[in-house]
């Protein structure tokens, strides 16, 4: 397709199930070729992460499960969230209905795998997921090489500069990157060993003629690398020149290890002019074991969570969360006969007292409990944002909370929900750093004014006393409580300081988001979605006004 969604985090959308029995289709023909080893490679621009669900909840994933897609390669995080934005599909009955939801670390694998030996036993059905560095920014690039079926990539940075020689290990796999589940059931049947594994090979690409290379393998279980093995490695003769490939024999059976990470390959390059160019050290397993890596909390948040599947739950427990923070105690407020308030606090403590005096006193600030009612409804039905949605042409639609409603040129028919909303910068993020914390930060501000009221009561309330000695002093008794009662203002009141700066934390928040919808869709907030953009500052506003004094 030429045309794309516009904005910085855009689903695929939920793709229809015309457009997955076409990639299903493409993908079936090279089923066809028999007697040729065939290895495919998809690509595509999000991570599978952002992917949502057909209409018969099925998925990209799914189908490339089904046709054993050797590696599927995105690029639309980049780096921004991490180094390792990898991941290791595996289809298997026994994964846990959570894996739906979410996938804790980097290589997902079931409680047991059996063994198969049989000859014409159906091969594993798993994949990789390698997101790419970008070249606009990171000036990043990857290679990748298909081996006798074995795929292996290399990323480069030129940020440093150019590079003269470039070293692809080929054979042994990384086993922290690149090293599949079929491979160690491969090695624990023998007799399914593939020739692939008799040799060490590297792919060497260089602006000079090459006068040496030579493989070296380390172990690291005395603690320190130690060179176990030295090689030198003999040059493929091909007819194309992208690229030499060099081989070197060894006993692939003495590196046996239940470790993955024992053992680790470097491969040194010298050319002509004696510059000298060494790989980075990978870790290998010849008998299929993958090196177990964890995300980080990042890496986890983009890739081990299913956005698409995430997000109606996530999405409506934020809206029933809400909604009880605003209806529930409208309904103490009504019909309980039990009063909540600071002076109840006080006497008796306890947390739910504590919250209950909160909310209800934000119900007594009518206009903004209202206020909050109201935007929150317009977020469950009303559209948030109406302009340009595709990057080529003028099709205007808008988005809801359930995706977006686009009106083909032309046509008078709507196309419901042709992508998703933008979970992870829209939507979400709206609703939990923006919504919600002003609705708090509003509870807080009508709690302050009864703290303030109730002290400033306390400051200004007078004993009567008849007593004839008393009557000279009640000029300064007076002169005193007006001292006190002014430092109250303008010292004491410090909790509202405090309100007043998180309110302009969260229009900061807000109003950053609104200017990266604007640059992303080429929207006027005031005209194109004004009450996303106005309400929440509008309504902190006023709950600031309505709060600043007793009255």
């Known amino acids: 397709m030429s045309t794309g969604l516009r904005g910085p985090t855009n689903l695929f959308g939920h793709p229809t199930d015309q457009l997955l029995s076409q990639i299903d289709s493409q993908l079936s023909q090279w089923d066809s070729q028999k007697g040729k080893s065939v290895t495919k490679i998809s690509f595509g621009h999000f991570p599978l992460s952002f992917s949502a669900f057909s209409e018969s909840q099925k998925s990209l994933r799914d189908v490339f499960l089904k046709h054993s897609v050797s590696a599927y390669l995105c690029g639309h995080l980049h780096t921004r969230f991490g180094k390792n934005l990898k991941r290791h599909h595996q289809s298997n009955e026994k994964f846990l209905s959570s894996h739906r939801f979410f996938q804790l670390n980097m290589h997902q694998e079931p409680s047991e795998n059996p063994k198969n030996c049989l000859f014409q036993a159906p091969p594993l059905k ?22 006798r079926g074995h795929v292996s990539y290399l990323d480069i940075d030129f940020k440093s500069g150019t590079k003269k020689t470039i070293v692809l290990p080929t054979f042994p796999l990384d086993s922290r990157f690149m090293l599949t589940s079929s491979l160690h059931q491969m090695y624990g049947c023998q007799h399914m060993v593939p020739f692939s594994f008799e040799t060490i090979r590297c792919l060497v690409f260089s602006v000079s003629p ?46 046996e290890d239940p470790s993955p990470v024992r053992f680790w390959l470097q491969i040194e390059v010298i050319d002509v002019m004696g510059r000298s160019t060494l790989s980075e050290l990978r870790p290998f397993s010849v008998n299929g074991l993958s090196a177990k890596i964890s995300w980080t909390w990042k890496e986890f948040f983009v890739m081990g969570c299913q956005w698409a599947a995430l997000y109606y739950p996530i999405f409506w427990s934020a809206v029933f969360l809400m909604l009880s923070i605003l209806l529930i105690p409208k309904f103490v407020l009504m019909f309980s006969k039990k009063q909540y308030s600071y002076k109840n606090f006080i006497s008796e403590k306890g947390l739910i007292n504590c919250i209950a005096w909160v909310l209800l006193d934000l ?18 039905s009303c559209p948030w944002l109406i ?14 909370c359930m995706g977006w409603l686009v009106k083909i040129f032309n046509s008078r028919e709507k196309h419901d929900y042709i992508g998703s909303p933008d979970i992870m910068v829209v939507v979400l993020p709206h609703f939990f750093f923006v919504v919600i914390p002003s609705i708090l930060v509003a ?16 400051l200004s309330g007078k004993k009567e006393d008849d007593d004839s000695s008393q009557k000279n002093k009640r000029s300064g008794t007076y002169d005193n409580h007006r001292h006190r009662r002014s430092k109250f203002d303008f010292v004491e009141r410090w909790f509202r300081k405090v309100l007043l700066a998180a309110c302009l934390v969260i229009c900061w928040k807000h109003f950053t988001n609104c200017k990266a919808l604007t640059k992303a869709y080429e929207m006027n907030p005031l005209l194109h979605f004004p009450v996303y953009s106005l309400a929440i500052p509008l309504l902190l506003a006023c709950t600031v006004y309505k709060t600043r004094s007793i009255q």
């Open 126 to 147: 798993e994949f990789w997921e390698w997101e790419m560095g970008d070249w606009r920014k990171s000036r990043a690039m990857r290679i990748v090489a298909v081996d």
């Open 210 to 255: 090459i006068t040496s290379v030579v493989a070296r393998i380390y172990d690291t279980r005395p603690g320190n690398p130690l060179m176990i093995m030295e090689t030198t490695m003999t040059k493929f003769v091909r007819d194309i020149s992208r690229g030499d490939i060099y081989a070197a024999a060894w006993n692939y059976k003495a590196f």
């Open 363 to 380: 119900c007594r600030v009518h206009v903004v409990w209202f206020g909050f009612l109201g935007y929150l409804i317009y977020l469950v």
């Open 387 to 400: 302009g340009q949605v595709f990057t080529d042409g003028g099709n205007r639609g808008y988005m809801t």
């Open 443 to 458: 509870g807080a501000l009508a709690a302050e004014r009864g703290i303030y009221k109730e002290h400033f009561l306390s």
